[in-house]
């Protein structure tokens, strides 16, 4: 996978979550500040507006490098140095390589799990986005041991996501602003783990067109 | 005025006017010595937080002796730690010496502006704002 793919990633996340904007709104309006979608969408915008920039020869860590700047620059809320922090992790796994096999690109999804952890401290179970990366990330280094393709690895990363994400339902949050609710929080998606879910099934969507 | 050698004071919130209410309210305490610089809200002054507002703030605080940044809630805390890691990686231009004090905002600042104009150097002046927390109030 290329540099071209990478940017392919990135516009299909922000095709996702232009689309998904409006749910992501509510969903953090539920729990949170009712601004996630607006937020996002400026977010992904920004890096995909911020791709044209780059030279011609660049290479897939570059690609992501710069799309986690854009994001943590123009977002505006708690998920921009999150998602930025993890694009720019991923992108400093990726190192110079001009072309990344599947197993370059789990190591680089591991290191954004790393990366969201590492800033905002959460942990499974806490009723974040990491409820949905984490699981992820298993999923797609799962299916790597079985010798997946990334289009199948990816693919089992975005399946993950999303039964993570819809089990953050019951959970009461600890950490983020709808910790402040106590078990108000309970009974709502949690919105960072939705928004996780587009960031993977733009993986997936990209990778099947590897195959 | 003389801020040379004293150490710097940045103060992020979600919202613009409170980050500029409590500049307003430690300035005074400083007397002249020290130079703390609000950053708050979005980019384009609604609620939220822009690493590049914390960023300018940084450079108008920095005068050598290194900045501390205090930061309210949520994305306020993650983009302070952000911007911290930026410099430790030497992507951000400004001063090395950035350091995210555990401290609450308003207390804080207070502890760590009155610290900092007695020319104390910058980890007494992280520890000064983190002691904050324990002052009691009933």
Not at chain 1, 4 to 13: M, N, S, T
Not at chain 1, 64 to 89: D, E, F, M, Q, W
Not at chain 1, 100 to 127: H, P, T
């Amino acid at each position: 996978m290329d540099a071209a793919f990478f940017a392919g990633w990135l516009r299909r996340a922000a095709e996702l979550i232009e689309a998904d904007s409006e749910r992501l709104t509510r969903l953090d309006a539920a729990i949170g500040d009712g601004d996630h979608g607006l937020n996002l969408n400026r977010g992904f915008s920004a890096a995909v507006a911020a791709l044209p920039a780059l030279p011609d020869d660049t290479v897939p860590g570059k690609v992501l490098i710069a799309a986690g700047r854009a994001i943590v620059s123009k977002t505006g809320g708690a998920s921009g140095p999150l998602y930025g922090g993890a694009l720019r992790a991923a992108g400093k796994a990726l190192g110079d390589a001009p072309d990344v096999d599947e197993a370059a690109l789990g190591a680089a999804l591991r290191a954004a799990l790393d990366g969201i952890q590492g800033l905002g401290q959460a942990a499974m179970g806490d009723k974040t986005m990491v409820d949905a990366l984490a699981p992820a990330v298993d999923a797609y280094e799962q299916a790597l041991r079985r010798h997946g393709d990334p289009a199948a690895c990816a693919e089992a990363a975005a399946e993950a996501a999303a039964h993570g994400a819809v089990a953050t339902v019951p959970l009461q949050a600890r950490k983020g602003r709808a910790s402040y609710l106590g078990t108000r929080s309970i009974g709502h998606e949690d919105p960072g783990a939705a928004s996780t879910v587009l960031l993977m099934r733009a993986l997936a969507d990209a990778a099947a067109g590897t195959r | 005025m003389d801020t040379r050698g004293t150490v710097g004071i940045v103060v992020i919130s979600h919202s613009r006017m409170l980050a500029e209410g409590v500049v307003e309210l430690a300035r005074e305490l400083g007397g002249g010595r020290v130079l703390i610089e609000p950053a708050g809200g979005d980019a384009s002054g609604g609620l939220g937080t822009s690493i590049e507002l914390v960023e300018q703030a940084v450079r108008a605080a920095d005068s050598g002796a290194g900045v501390v940044l205090l930061a309210d809630v949520g994305s306020s805390v993650l983009t302070a730690k952000s911007f911290v890691a930026d410099c430790e990686a030497d992507e951000a231009i400004g001063t090395q010496e950035v350091v995210l004090a555990d401290a609450p905002l308003v207390e804080g600042a207070v502890a760590a502006v009155a610290t900092a104009a007695g020319g104390a150097d910058l980890a007494t002046v992280v520890a000064a704002a983190g002691e904050a927390y324990d002052f009691r109030k009933s």
